[in-house]
């Protein structure tokens, strides 16, 4: 056999002819505080997961699977609910042996809430895995990533990394790398990127990822304190039209939520691409003054891989009044570029970065984490 191969045909054969778990990832779909959803690849078509409640009771929950037929490989979903808010939970899947531990989100801000938001992830493998293990030291109890989580589509791929492979990897990546001190998973919440999915390649991208309908942008409510607004900047659904209309719904239904924030992939305030590139104009036209009126406290871009904060801004233009911080750039594990001064721009760095946010009853702190995890730049939110 060509030597060229073999990595490709090991992990094809291993896939082929082992019942073990080849990938294991969480995710949230319904209300953190009281659900997971628990995904895994294997060879075996049972979908049980075994866990324990907080009274001691054992519970066994029964998911579903749909194959990866070009892989002969199935990719399983179980989502546990009625779940304890902000509790540790064990569990194994069928028959293996092996517990994995979760901690569910807190019901209130009793207990600060605190997690990471980052994008373009896995273009250097070797920063994605420095970032991550500095993340991970921080403890978060999960993680948004912004979009270009594998950079599966979209670019030259070599002879060994098929779209799924590129997605294997990621995926084995994060299990490996994103660990809590204490040894829980941490999961995280897939927001869309170029590289991630398109209107003409979507199937890989919803067979990974248990989406409850093939529809990307939504809000994750974390009891009353937090609504995450995940969009989705063009690459499955248009900026413009239907999720607009959604967005603005979903933000006048959570006006009295204290804190409000975005996420999604290409830029509105970009710090490398060209002010006036049709997507970041869209997304100026169409969600910032939606922004500005529901007082949405920080969106976080990415796409442009650097590092950037806006000043605040209002009606697209710079105001101490405004209440809208623009957090970017999407460099978590891609080489960062250069930037070039802008009118909005507060502070720009031609470096790797993600954010660590902590969220309090009374006040919020955004810190941006450089790749050998240190301080970049902190802010404060205040809660409506
Ligand atoms: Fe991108």
Known sequence: MDARFLPLFLLLSFALSSENITALYLSWYKDPTT???????SDCDEDVIHYQRPDGQKVTSIGSHQSLSEENILIHATTLEGLEPNTVYSFQINDETTSYTFRTAPANLNTPLRFIIGGDLYLSPKLFRKMGQN?????????????????????????MSSPAH????????????????????????VVPGNHDIAPDDYELFFNLFAFPKKELYRAVDFGTYLSLLLLDTGHFHP?????????????????????????YHIAAYPSYYAYDNTASKNIRDNWCPLFDEFK???????????????YPLKAGSKNPAGRTLYFGDG???SSPRKTFPQWYLDKRA????????ELGIKSATITAIGISGEVLDTSSLNPK
Do not use: S
């Open 239 to 263: 900026i413009e039209g239907r999720q607009t209309i959604w967005l603005d719904k979903a933000l006048e239904d959570r006006f009295q939520t204290p804190y409000l924030l975005a996420v």
């Open 331 to 333: 460099c978590w594990g």
């Open 35 to 41: 659900t997971m959803t628990i995904q895994w690849h």
């Open 166 to 189: 590129q997605w294997f990897k990621f995926l084995a990546d994060w299990q490996e790398t994103c660990v809590a001190k204490d040894g829980r998973l941490i999961p995280f919440l």
């Open 296 to 310: 949405v406290q920080a969106a976080f871009e990415h796409h442009n891989h650097t590092f950037k904060k806006t």
């Open 350 to 357: 031609r470096k790797n970065n993600a954010y660590l946010v």
């Open 135 to 159: 993340l991970a030291k921080l403890d978060p109890l999960f993680a948004v990533l912004g979009g270009d989580l594998a950079y599966a589509i979209g670019r030259p791929l070599n002879l």
